[in-house]
């Protein structure tokens, strides 16, 4: 009984701590460790010992799961473990149209990475031709995932 007893108050302790360490193990070892619990009820007690303890284990982490996911979220300790906020965005910027062809001039120091302005709209790209100082004329010849690259447009 003592071993049953332990084996399930690892297995509790194991699932509680599933919410600060994410990942699944800790889950895995939990569901193992309640599962030993019952296959040794089911050898020590017969069939109506190992059900009951399987059921007592059932309720165990139905208890735990309530706690993690319903109480805990509503005390000033749990609000610091969950998120509330979702980010909406991208990764990548909107871009309106094809800036191919278009031709702009470099906000920043482009060493190959920076920064151009084109029609008025600050754009990340990236100089084919190598560094170039800011206020230099450049033209795009294509994009890339993120970012526009271009070439001196004195080239």
């Not at 084996?7 to 599933?18: H, P």
């Not at 031709?103 to 084109?118: F, K, L, Q």
């Not at 294509?142 to 004195?154: E, K, Q, Y």
Request: proline fraction near 3%; hydrophobic fraction near 50%; aromatic fraction near 10%.
């Amino acid at each position: 009984m003592t071993l049953i007893a332990v084996l399930f108050v690892v297995g509790v302790i194991l699932l509680g701590f599933e919410v600060f360490v994410p990942g699944g193990v800790l889950g895995v070892l939990a569901g193992l460790s309640l599962l030993a619990g019952s296959a040794v009820a089911f050898i020590d007690y017969g069939v109506s010992g190992g059900l009951l303890a399987f059921g007592i284990a059932a309720a165990m982490v139905g208890s735990v799961l309530y706690f993690e996911f319903r109480i805990l979220p509503r005390t000033a300790w749990g609000q610091r473990l969950f998120l509330k906020a979702e980010i909406d965005g991208t990764s990548a910027p909107d871009r309106e149209r094809d800036y191919t062809g278009s031709e702009g001039v470099a906000v920043t120091d482009m060493g190959p990475s920076g920064y151009i302005e084109i029609d008025g709209k600050r754009l990340e790209a990236f100089s084919r031709s190598g560094f170039l100082e800011a206020g230099a004329p450049v033209k795009v010849v294509g994009t890339d995932n993120f970012r526009l690259i271009v070439t001196s447009n004195s080239e």
